[in-house]
């Protein structure tokens, strides 16, 4: 939820620098500058330099007789963990939809036709970025658990009148279930300072889609965030490759007040997006 924090603190005193600004268009972020910024953050850490010749020591170890003992070989077969989290890259969505506050006399984002969801890897976490624009993008931290994906983290940002708003949640609950049948549910709370709110997941049931031409089966599911406050309502509902957190389409719909020196501050938005590829750029 936008909490209106920036803009409340904006009506203290600059009101009329901020209303005169025209920066409320939608920066939207190129792909190149994505795929910069993914390979730079996945980039190993350089080795440390070998030790010098002065710090290498020679020890002479007195020879020793030893007997060869015969042992059967054993054969360690690895088994593959199922690709429950997508494959680490950029994926590409095509995108329609926007947000908008209307504070200030109201400002909106249209968002590009084209957004992407970059994917890393940190040992169990999973993080994806959905970046709409530089105005605008959402991040969610999970981890497979349990037979399902357990949500962590849940990072937003939102930038109006030159200002951004970010909330970061601290998650936990039940994990979203794989393959579960229609109607199964599962709750999870985030809590972002003293606020707490309960995510309630329902599936829908298992669907085809079309992706960049191919036919895929996908988990449908909906999910609504209640924050404690009456007047506001956040559903989205996502079709997910079946078995994995991979979002193939996603519908969302939030639209929140909350009170300020200049009276209640409204915020909505909508967007749809559709996956274009099943194979990540990177």
């Not at 939608?26 to 010749?53: C, F, K, N, V, W």
């Not at 060869?68 to 054993?74: G, I």
């Not at 658990?145 to 109006?160: C, I, M, N």
Request: charged share 15%; net charge negative; hydrophobic share 35%.
């Amino acid at each position: 939820m936008i909490t209106a924090v920036a803009l409340v603190a904006a009506v203290g005193g600059t009101w009329w620098y901020l209303h005169a600004r025209t920066d409320h268009t939608t920066t939207a972020i190129s792909l190149d500058d994505l795929l910069r910024e993914y390979r730079r953050s996945t980039q190993p850490s350089p080795l440390p330099p070998p030790p010098s010749a002065a710090a290498t020591t020679t020890s002479v170890v007195p020879a020793t007789t030893t007997t060869a003992v015969s042992a059967s070989p054993t054969t360690t077969i690895a088994v593959p963990a199922p690709p429950v989290q997508p494959a680490p890259g950029i994926y590409r969505y095509t995108t329609t939809g926007g947000d908008a506050v209307d504070a200030l006399g109201g400002a909106s984002h249209q968002y590009p036709a084209t957004s992407t969801i970059t994917v890393t890897v940190d040992g169990c976490a999973t993080t994806q970025r959905w970046t709409a624009a530089a105005e605008r993008w959402d991040e969610l931290t999970t981890c497979a658990a349990d037979g399902g994906v357990q949500l962590q983290r849940f990072v937003s940002l939102h930038r109006f009148f030159g200002a951004d708003d970010t909330e970061t949640a601290t998650c936990d609950g039940q994990a979203r279930p794989l393959e579960a049948t229609a109607g199964t549910t599962w709750t999870a709370r985030c809590v972002d300072g003293d606020e707490t709110a309960t995510w309630t997941g329902t599936v829908i049931g298992t669907e085809t889609a079309m992706v960049g031409g191919q036919s895929v089966d996908v988990e449908h599911v909906v999910v609504t965030i209640d924050d404690g406050d009456a007047r506001d309502s956040q559903r989205t509902e996502t079709w997910y490759l079946a078995g994995t957190d991979l979002v193939v389409r996603r519908i969302s719909d939030i639209a929140t007040t909350e009170g300020s020196l200049v009276g209640d501050v409204h915020y909505t938005e909508h967007y749809e997006m559709t996956l274009e590829s099943l194979s990540p750029l990177g």
